[in-house]
């Protein structure tokens, strides 16, 4: 790999995301259309490979204002998905965290790692204090990465998002920097 990233572990590496990665993550965007699109209402808005590129270079902007960290996640080199610090508040010490993965991938616990990863990156590298999953009510396996990741389940917000002509309904789950564990093992 001719880029920059971190390792999971021996099989998957988060790398800062890069214009070139446009084509294969829209690639992938395509080949899992269906299955994406049930909880990431932005893949109905992604469209083409320029589409990709634009979302790259926003959150690069947003990465350089430190309100934004994007990860494009390779699974033994292959792009799988993405995980991202969203909202960084500095002067709050908090962000949410969004991840997706393609189909495939399902059941090997990458998010799970990679969720660990980005916690230990958040807490000790950006020096944030909490953490938050807002997490379709719905998508049942993203809950069990949360919980998994000791996440803490804090409530459910009614109507949260207005989504293909219906409102949803979001948990929210938190994680404390001091309940965070970088021994745990996933």
């Known amino acids: 790999m001719d880029f920059f990233y971190f390792p999971v572990d021996e099989d998957i590496k988060l790398a800062q995301p890069e214009t070139f990665m446009a ?3 829209f690639q992938m965007i395509e080949q899992d259309r269906a299955f994406l699109s049930t909880y990431l209402p932005f893949i109905d808005h992604t469209l083409t ?24 996640i390779y699974y ?12 960084i508040d500095l002067e709050n ?15 090997l616990g990458i998010i799970a790692r990679c969720l660990h990863k980005i916690c230990d990156f958040a807490f000790n590298t950006l020096d944030l204090n909490k953490l ?9 396996a993203s809950q069990k990465v949360a919980e998994r990741a000791n ?7 009614k109507d ?27």
Not at 78 to 87: F, R
Not at 98 to 105: A, R, T, V
Not at 151 to 157: A, C, P
């Open 49 to 72: 490979v320029e589409d990709e590129l634009n979302f790259i270079k926003l959150m690069l902007k947003k990465q350089a204002a430190d309100e934004h960290r994007l990860f494009v």
């Open 93 to 107: 010490k908090k962000a949410f965290v969004g991840y997706w993965l393609q189909s495939k991938y399902n059941g």
């Open 160 to 186: 949260e998002s207005f989504e293909r002509g219906q409102f949803e309904d979001f948990h929210r789950y938190a994680l404390l920097k001091h309940e965070f564990n970088t021994e745990t093992s996933l």
């Open 76 to 87: 033994r080199d292959q792009v799988v998905g993405t995980i991202d610090i969203q909202q």
């Open 132 to 140: 938050s999953l807002h997490i379709n009510t719905k998508n049942k």
């Open 151 to 157: 996440f803490r389940f804090v409530g459910t917000d």
């Open 23 to 25: 084509e294969p993550l």
